[in-house]
């Protein structure tokens, strides 16, 4: 009998290792979701993770729509509902996205389980096993974990204040054949940084010459603290860009909403692998976001939280020039949740999390934000959008702390 | 200009055909979806989809639950969850795992947003492009799709009245590799046929002799009418069984749940592949579910359905009796949804629903449950479980009506 990692104590004669894919084989842990469990011990600050504030949730508005919805039209929230997604949900996010100057129409929208599912079809419907796509480095690591389980490769250019260094971005179209260029214009995730309008410009110019589509993440958009609102690219070429955006930082992401704006022929296909995916998004939830919105209360909601998260943000890094050591350097992000410090050059950001730990503060490493799983060693991920301002004070003092421990040692 | 399909009237430079993957080139929509827009004309008589009778689902327990949940952990319910699952739920269904008998752990369980979900993880994390998967034809639509797209081959063995033809088995796995062998035993999709204890015993057989697991896919198993309840094929031998289940069903199909009973190095498999594709099942849906199943109503709930099914399937197949013209055969299901009728050969079954919906009644054609989407012609599916008792049986009378006006015609 061979033991073969099964619990149980039959005879196990399947090879489960042979019977795995080939995509399954580069399939790893996310290395957020291991430190997050590392994180769960008493009186430890995470400064790591994506968590929106809980007490920013609006518990009170989804008990009045469970209600509401379950009472109105309870046997309907409860059936199998269109793959497309719920078409009054639709069309208040279409008026979303018409304000923008973007005239989709229900056919050029698929709502899914979170915008995580958003990057799963794209993998699924464009990605063959060895095409390339451009991403910035470092990036969203759920971006990475969708489309490595599709077998990507990924080719890549750094960022800078600016965003994606997108002047680096024609010699590699020049070179050789790109699916897609994915971006994450605002509030960059995990690097905090903002795409300037000159650059998404000449980003757009280039998909159009080399004929590569655009896909835009903006996930945060609606979170800046400070400057204008900057054009998304999808307003700039709609034709040639697919657009992903979610309810996780404004209502909330337990209920798992996100959409996608596209053109209609695209969006027809993502409805077909959404059906054999998982046949659509649970109607129930898809009613309850749609009573919330339809009564306006979004727009005083997304306030609040812009407000709580620049606040923090500021708290944040006034702590950092109070505790951190010098030879560090950190973003200053316009919105969001989320900036990136680097350390000084050959510091180890997971050895440091170890120490962390022991000063009761986490973070996430940079390697995490790498498709090579290497790069980034000497720069870590904060968020400021989970604890409070006098939390986040502590726990840059920890961290701080921290820090200089791990460079004495090195 | 190319048109190229999209909605909108700029400069479009993507050829998004060539763009697709080639697993997208093979993805269609499914028939089922189609004929049920069809269907959604007044006066119709739905005798095709697969939803539950919406009149039973238990929509005040859903309130209570939402409220609950939300007032008493509902910071919780909003937050991002584990992707393995809600732990209070899967501790609920694994000890309705423990009745039959299968000693399964935390590991071993891995909710999903239905059991759709669990059949595209499948897909993900097994099939390699053009990898033999082994089916009953006819079989579930949904796992035709979810392969489909990771580009499995399909080979089939015909199904009697007591299930899969598990003899015939033994030549396919002695002449070719094949990754799982699939199966419904219990009051097949579409079929409505189960499969004999001593079939399961000889497939388990088969499975542990040739090294092939098997996928035990149980939505319905405890929509048993008539006669006793047979040994699940993972009790016969968990070590080699993937088993899937569902809410949709019992309590409702509108919140996407499901759940997958599988070896822990599987589970943990399953779980990166779903990390992926995203992140995780809605937290709040799992709570409200757990809530309404922690209070004990389930078990009466189910034993309602299955009184509402065995009553409505009886007084369907009286109405055949008497309303079907002679030369047409069907099966006498135990449980579940679904029956199945054959047509007298060389009867169109695609031409007799337009028929059948002029006459404002609506079936699914056989086609849809065959992966080559061919065979199948002469036959269709029938389920009893939407339409109360007097709409069944008008819903049949005009059936035959129909049924009788395309023979005529050839």
Same sequence: chains 1, 2.
């Avoid at 969708?146 to 490769?153: D, K, L, P, S």
């Amino acid at each position: 009998m061979r033991d073969n990692g099964v619990t149980w104590d039959g005879r196990v004669t399947t090879d489960w290792d042979v019977a795995l894919a080939k995509r399954a084989q580069r399939m790893t842990s996310s290395v957020i979701r291991e430190t997050l469990k590392l994180m769960a011990t008493p009186g430890m600050i995470s400064l790591g993770g994506a968590n929106p504030a809980p007490e920013l949730f609006p518990i009170r508005e989804f008990q009045e729509a469970s209600q509401y919805v379950l009472e109105h039209a309870g046997a309907k929230a409860l059936q199998y509902g269109v793959t497309e997604g719920y078409p009054p949900l639709k069309q208040f996010l279409l008026s979303k996205v018409h304000k923008y100057g973007v005239p989709a129409k229900e056919e050029n929208m698929l709502i899914v389980n979170g915008s995580q599912q958003a990057l799963d079809l794209i993998g699924k419907i464009f990605i063959n096993p060895g095409d390339t796509v451009l991403t910035d480095r470092p990036t969203y690591l759920g971006a990475i974990q969708a489309w490595t389980a599709y077998e990507a490769r990924f080719v890549t250019v750094p960022l800078d204040e600016d965003g994606t260094r997108v002047d680096l971005i024609e010699d590699i179209l020049k070179r050789e054949p790109v699916k897609f260029i994915y971006c994450l214009p605002n509030f960059h995730n995990p690097a905090g940084v903002t795409l300037s309008l000159e650059r998404r410009q000449k980003l757009v110019d280039l998909a159009v010459r080399y004929g590569v589509f655009i896909i835009e993440d903006d996930p945060y958009g609606e979170l800046r603290f400070v400057g204008e609102d900057i054009t998304p690219i999808v307003v700039l070429h709609k034709e040639n860009t697919i657009y992903l955006s979610t309810f996780s930082k404004t209502l909330a992401p337990g209920i798992r909403l996100g959409w996608i704006v596209a053109p209609a022929k695209i969006v027809a296909k993502f409805v077909q692998a959404k059906q054999g995916a998982d046949l659509h998004t649970s109607t129930f939830v898809q009613m309850i976001a749609h009573d919330i919105c339809q009564r306006g209360f979004l727009r005083q909601h997304v306030k609040r939280i812009r407000e709580t998260y620049s606040e923090r943000c500021t708290v944040m890094l006034s702590a950092m020039d109070k505790y951190f050591p010098s030879g560090l350097q950190w973003t200053r992000p316009q919105g969001g949740l989320f900036l990136w410090v680097t350390l000084p050059e050959g510091t180890d950001s997971v050895a440091l999390l170890k120490v962390a730990v022991e000063e009761k503060v986490a973070f996430i490493p940079g390697t995490a934000f790498y498709s090579d799983g290497e790069s980034g060693r000497n720069a870590f991920r904060l968020t400021f959008a989970t604890a409070g301002p006098e939390m986040i004070e502590e726990g840059i003092r920890r961290l701080g702390k921290a820090i200089e421990r791990q460079l004495a040692r090195t």
